[in-house]
Structures are given as structure tokens and as C-alpha cells.
């Protein structure tokens, strides 16, 4: 069975940077597409970063040229690297893996069948 395990969360000021972790055991990394999701407080989860098993990626729109995802198969890690951070990038972050790209929506969380824990994420002005 798939386990993640997020970390890096923090409180940080408007125009910091945090970089997040997501450790992944009980399958095969190389072969799992992954994704960074955030839920706000009382709003919807939503997809921020996928990170497909041929080194492509998406992002959403909101975070293009503030975000990077990487992943690190060596070392079994999905990173996202936040930079400019804003008030509004407040949220629950969590990492998803799923097996299989059927259907595309990179970014669509219905794809997901494993999901981590999250990390609380707090941006203030």
C-alpha cells in the first residue's frame, strides 16, 4: 500500500519561500504520477503541481512562476519549492499519488487513490 508522508510546512511572512516534502514507501516511486494539492480554510481542495512519472508537469495558474515541483526517485521524495508566497497560498497541503493517467486532469482530485496526511501552510501579510 502507497503511505506519504508530507513535511515542511510553516508560518511564514507575504514574499517568503518554504519548501515541502512528500516521502513515499510501499510501492514503486519511479512509477507513480504525483501531485500537490491545498485545501483553504473553508474552501474546496484544489491541485497546485503535477509531477508525471515522464518528467512532465502542470501547474496551476495561480502558482505558475512562484512554484516549482520536483521529484527526487532516488530518494523516494516529491519536493514543491514556494516561492513569493502569498496570503492566499494559506492552506492544507497535501501530496497524492496515483498509478495510472487514464482520463488525464492532472490536477483533478478525484484522480487520486492515495493521499498523504497534509501540512498546514500559513502566509501573512
Known amino acids: 500500500q502507497v503511505h506519504l508522508v508530507e513535511s515542511g510546512g510553516d508560518s511564514v511572512q507575504a514574499g517568503g519561500s518554504l519548501r515541502l516534502s512528500c516521502v513515499v514507501s510501499g510501492y514503486t516511486y519511479s512509477r507513480l504520477h504525483m501531485a500537490w494539492f491545498r485545501q483553504p480554510p473553508g474552501k474546496e481542495r484544489e491541485g497546485v503541481a503535477f509531477?508525471?512519472?515522464?518528467?512532465?508537469?502542470t501547474y496551476a495558474d495561480s502558482v505558475k512562476g512562484r512554484f516549482t515541483i520536483s521529484r527526487d526517485n532516488a530518494e523516494n521524495t516529491l519536493y514543491l519549492q514556494m516561492d513569493s508566497l502569498k496570503p492566499e497560498d494559506t492552506a492544507i497541503y497535501y501530496c497524492a499519488a496515483r498509478m495510472e493517467m487514464w482520463g488525464g486532469l492532472p490536477l483533478a482530485a478525484s484522480r487520486y487513490t492515495n493521499w498523504g496526511q497534509g501540512t498546514q501552510v500559513t502566509v501573512s501579510s
Open positions: 509531477a508525471g512519472i515522464d518528467g512532465s508537469t
